[in-house]
Structure formats: structure tokens, C-alpha cells
């Protein structure tokens, strides 16, 4: 634990009930008190982890890390830096996003780089990556924001929509969902619009976030009445010429102009706000450990899905259409025999729908979560070989899931991302 990391006392609740006091708090004023406690400990561990501003911020980022993360060489990219001073000199130089975004924009220029934004007039429409499983603890939310961060990495514009009112990943981007985010800040307020005011409200929702390039719907527990809107609305049929299902499809039409991306958090388990996650999706990723429970579980959504689909298929006449769908195994140690056996075996049995890539186990994952930071946040102080492990493990998995949408776009296998003749030049 790194010093300075806030520490759960004994709160008023404990010492009155050790005490034996007859002024106990009720039931309702403890969970009260216990929700306060725990929202006080994630504000502090993020004010500690980013003093002085006491808020999060996006760390700057090394020539050798960006270099290795486009596959260009480092000179390269020293060379269409815009700060003169950066130009040239050892490869530790610390560079601000906004430079790495100016510096792309110049090797794309120079044609050094293939341009990583869709081209709508090519037919490249918003690509929305849904992250989606039955199972709690797959490391959805962990795999859907580092997928997030690594396209804005990437050079793309990336939307992150948080659908679970846990807001685990809005937490990650430094909301607190029961407190900065009410039911006017969340998709639920999209649900609750007034008649004639889709683009103003859908616009409203999309909140900068301290990466440039990442806008954040927000969750909150007000998705609970999200859910409510849905269920009344799936008796009903169209609303403003919108089935329930579509929702978030429209939503996203709203404000594709700004976007490339569209990445999305969804609950664990079944629900209304899930389905209109799978009706917008260009793509599903599903994550799941590599053990006989979680698997097992994994097994239910697929047939959760098989069923849906042919249920919507008989009553609308179509059903799910996705341009891609991939099994992620997270948490994933290739030392232990009985994962590597169910990993092997899986892969035998599906093929492509399980990617390659496996998003590895390593504790430094769990040490950068501690102060709310990802990997690409996350820089260790010790230990360096593990954390290039984990990245690695991180980039690879992405990389996969990328190139998955720009086949969806038509592009060639691999572009989007640089030549090898880049890395001598």
C-alpha cells in the first residue's frame, strides 16, 4: 500500500455497538453512514493519488511508449513533436497528450501514418464496442476502459457510455456516481426528454473527461429508472418514431458526428439498458475468466443471446446484427495448467470467436486500480518488467479488437496502423 493511502477507522456505528450503547443509529442511518465512509475513502485515494490538484489528470506519456504503441520509430516521432526544445534529445522526454494528438496529426500529414479517424464519406460509420457478460468480476469494466484509452492512444474519438448504475467505470474516469452524477446526468435523462429536444439532450450527456480525446456519459444509480422507462415503454411501442430497443442507437445518431468510437459499459447480468447496448453494437466483446464457473456462465449468455435473437427475429422479422463477436479471457495466467488447458480447449472448439489475445493476470493491475488508475495511467516505480507484461498484454488485446472494426469498415487487414518500413526509416 503506498503510503499516504487513506485508512478505514472504526466509524461511530462499530464503536456504538462495541459500547453497547442503547442510542444505536438504525438500520437506515448505518448503511447511510457506511455509504458515506466508503465514498469518502475513493475521493480521498484519488486526491492523494493526483495532489496537488486533488482531482484526477492525465499523466504525460514518454517518446519510447508512444513510439512502441503506433510502430514508428522513436526518431519519427521526436521529429513531428511541437515543442522545439523536445526535438532530438534522449528518448525519456515527457510529452502532454495534446502533443502526441498535435505530433500524429504531422505524421499523418507526411503520410508517415495511416489516419486513424473514420472516414464518413467512405461509408465509416460510428463503430460502438459493447462490453457485455452475465458474470460479475470478468474484468468488464477493467477491459472496456483500457480498450477506451487505448483507441484515444490511438488517435481515434472516443465515447464512453457507462449503462451499469454501479458507474464503475464512470469511477474510473474520477465521477463518483452517487454523488457528481443524478438522474439529469445519465442516460436516463436521455429516456426522460421532452418531446422535439433529442440533439440538444443527447449532447448534454457527453461530458469531457481529463483524456482529451474520451467524452463520458456517466452512470448513476438513477439507471434504476431507466430500466423502470424501458420496461413501460417495450408495452407501448414507438415513441418519437423510436422503439425501446433502439434507444441508445438513437442516442448515439444524436452525436456520431463527433466520434469515431462509441464504447460501452454495460450491467452483469439480464436487463433492459443490455438490450438496447446489443441493439446499437457494431461488435460484442465478451470477457470472462478462464475457469469451469465463469465459462459456465459465459455459456448462459451466449444462449441468453441465441434465444433473444430468435425470439426478435419472429417478432420483428430480424434479429442482432453484429459485425464482429469475441470471447476475451481476462485475469489470464498462462502458468496455471487448468487455464491453460480450458484456454486451449475453448480455442479449439470456437476459433476466431475467442481472441488470441488474452488480457493477462498481473498485480500490477490491482496496485494502479487502487488510486483509480488504468495501465496507461499507471506508472510503476518499481517493478518495471511486470508492468511492460501487463501493457503489452494490454496493447495486444486492443490491437485485436481494433482491427476487428476496421475490417467492419473494409479496410485492409492492418491498415489503420503503420508500415513496418516506418520503424527503419
Not at 42 to 62: C, M, V, Y
Not at 279 to 300: F, K, N, Y
Not at 302 to 328: K, N, P, V
Request: glycine fraction near 8%; charge should be neutral; aromatic fraction near 8%.
Amino acid at each position: 500500500m503506498r503510503e499516504g493511502l487513506p485508512i478505514l477507522k472504526p466509524t461511530a456505528y462499530a464503536e456504538s455497538n462495541r459500547s453497547g450503547s442503547r442510542d444505536r443509529m438504525s438500520q437506515s442511518e448505518a448503511f447511510r453512514h457506511v455509504a458515506q465512509v466508503l465514498r469518502e475513502a475513493q475521493r480521498s485515494a484519488i486526491e492523494i493519488e493526483n495532489a496537488p490538484e486533488r482531482r484526477k489528470r492525465l499523466r504525460d506519456f514518454s517518446v519510447a511508449e508512444i513510439a512502441s504503441l503506433w510502430g514508428v520509430a522513436p526518431r519519427l516521432l521526436r521529429q513531428a513533436l511541437p515543442r522545439q526544445e523536445v526535438r532530438g534529445i534522449a528518448p525519456r522526454a515527457r510529452l502532454t497528450f495534446g502533443e502526441l494528438q498535435q505530433a500524429r496529426r504531422q505524421l499523418e500529414a507526411q503520410g508517415k501514418l495511416i489516419s486513424t479517424r473514420r472516414d464518413p464519406a467512405s461509408g465509416e460509420a460510428l463503430a460502438t464496442v459493447v462490453f457485455t457478460n452475465f458474470k460479475g468480476g470478468s474484468a468488464k469494466t477493467t477491459s472496456s476502459v483500457h480498450f477506451a484509452q487505448y483507441m484515444a492512444l490511438a488517435g481515434y474519438r472516443v465515447l464512453m457510455v457507462d449503462l451499469d448504475s454501479q458507474g464503475s467505470a464512470s469511477a474510473q474516469f474520477g465521477f463518483q456516481p452517487g454523488l457528481d452524477v443524478g438522474a439529469e446526468g445519465c442516460f436516463t435523462a436521455w429516456l426522460n426528454r421532452p418531446v422535439g429536444s433529442a440533439a440538444g439532450s443527447a449532447a448534454r450527456l457527453c461530458r469531457p473527461t481529463y483524456w482529451p480525446a474520451i467524452d463520458l456519459v456517466p452512470a448513476s444509480p438513477a439507471l434504476g429508472e431507466g430500466e423502470e422507462i424501458l420496461a413501460r415503454r417495450a408495452g407501448q411501442g414507438v415513441e418519437e418514431g423510436i422503439l425501446y430497443f433502439d434507444e441508445l442507437k438513437a442516442f448515439l445518431s444524436m452525436v456520431q458526428d463527433r466520434y469515431d468510437i462509441a464504447v460501452v459499459d454495460t450491467r452483469p447480468d439480464v436487463n433492459m439498458l443490455m438490450s438496447t447496448a446489443l441493439h446499437a453494437a457494431t461488435g460484442i466483446i465478451v470477457p470472462s475468466r478462464a475457469t469451469m464457473t465463469d465459462l459456465a456462465s459465459t455459456g448462459e449468455f451466449f444462449a441468453h443471446l441465441s434465444d433473444y435473437t430468435a425470439e426478435f427475429q419472429a417478432a420483428f422479422g430480424h434479429g442482432l446484427d453484429f459485425a464482429f463477436s469475441h470471447i476475451l479471457l481476462t485475469a489470464f495466467d498462462p502458468t496455471d495448467r487448468s487455464q491453460d488447458a480450458l484456454a486451449q480447449l475453448i480455442r479449439e472448439r470456437f476459433g476466431s470467436l475467442v481472441l488470441r489475445e488474452a488480457f493477462l493476470h498481473s498485480r500490477i493491475v490491482g496496485t494502479a486500480g487502487f488510486g483509480k488508475e488504468t495501465l496507461y495511467e499507471y506508472e510503476p516505480s518499481t517493478d518495471r518488467a511486470a508492468y511492460n507484461r501487463a501493457i503489452a498484454s494490454a496493447n495486444a488485446v486492443n490491437r485485436a479488437i481494433e482491427a476487428a472494426i476496421l475490417r467492419h469498415w473494409g479496410r485492409a487487414s492492418g491498415e489503420g496502423r503503420p508500415g513496418r518500413k516506418e520503424q527503419q526509416a
